[in-house]
C-alpha cells in the first residue's frame, strides 16, 4: 500500500507516494525523474545505483524507499552546482575515466563518499574504495587517476 515518504533529494525536500518496500532505486528514477541512477545488477554488486545517504555510499537498488524516509540524498544529478560539475564529474571528464559511462554516475557517487572520508587517498586506498564498482570496459587506471585529480583539486591544487 502507498504512503508518503518525504526525505531530501539533492538538496530539496521531497515527498513521493510509493509502496515503502519499493526499490529506492526506482523511485529516484520513475517517480523523481532523476536517471542518471543507472539499474546495473539489481543485486547491489555492480555500483551503478550507487546514490550517498547522509554522505555514506549506498546501493540504491539494495534499499527500499521506506528506509530512505527523512535521510539526506545525492545523485549524479545533485552535484553539479550553479552550472558547474563537481570536480570529481570535471576530473573523470578530463581523464577520459568513462568509456560506455554506464558505471560513471556510481562511480563518481562512490569516490565522492571516498573523498568525503580521506581527502587525500593513496592509489591502494582508492583501489580498495572503489573495487566493488564494477566498469566492464576497463578504464580502471583512468578512474584511479581522476580520482586523485579530483582529490587535488577539492583541496585547492592544480587539476
Known amino acids: 500500500m502507498e504512503e508518503k ?9 521531497v515527498s513521493v507516494m510509493a509502496d515503502p518496500t519499493e ?15 543507472k539499474f546495473g545488477c539489481g543485486m547491489g554488486f555492480c555500483g551503478s545505483c ?8 549506498v546501493r ?15 545523485t549524479i544529478e545533485g552535484l553539479a552546482k550553479n552550472g558547474k560539475l563537481h570536480p570529481l564529474q570535471k576530473a573523470f571528464v ?3 575515466a568513462l568509456q560506455c559511462g554506464f558505471c560513471t554516475p556510481g562511480m563518481i557517487m562512490n569516490a565522492t563518499g571516498l573523498l568525503m572520508k580521506n581527502p587525500s587517498p593513496t ?14 570496459c576497463g578504464a580502471h587506471v583512468r578512474i584511479i587517476d581522476a580520482v ?8 585547492g591544487g592544480k587539476k
Open 123 to 136: 592509489t591502494l586506498q582508492i583501489k580498495e574504495g572503489m573495487e566493488d564498482n564494477l566498469c566492464r
Open 23 to 37: 526499490s529506492l532505486l526506482w523511485v529516484i528514477r520513475d517517480k523523481c525523474g532523476l536517471t542518471g541512477t
Open 5 to 13: 515518504i518525504t526525505f531530501n533529494l539533492n538538496g530539496k525536500p
Open 94 to 96: 578530463e581523464n577520459d
Open 60 to 74: 540504491s537498488c539494495s534499499m527500499t524507499v521506506g528506509e530512505a524516509k527523512g535521510k539526506k540524498i545525492v
Open 50 to 57: 550507487t546514490v550517498l545517504i547522509d554522505n555514506e555510499p
Open 148 to 155: 586523485h585529480a579530483a582529490a587535488k583539486e577539492m583541496k
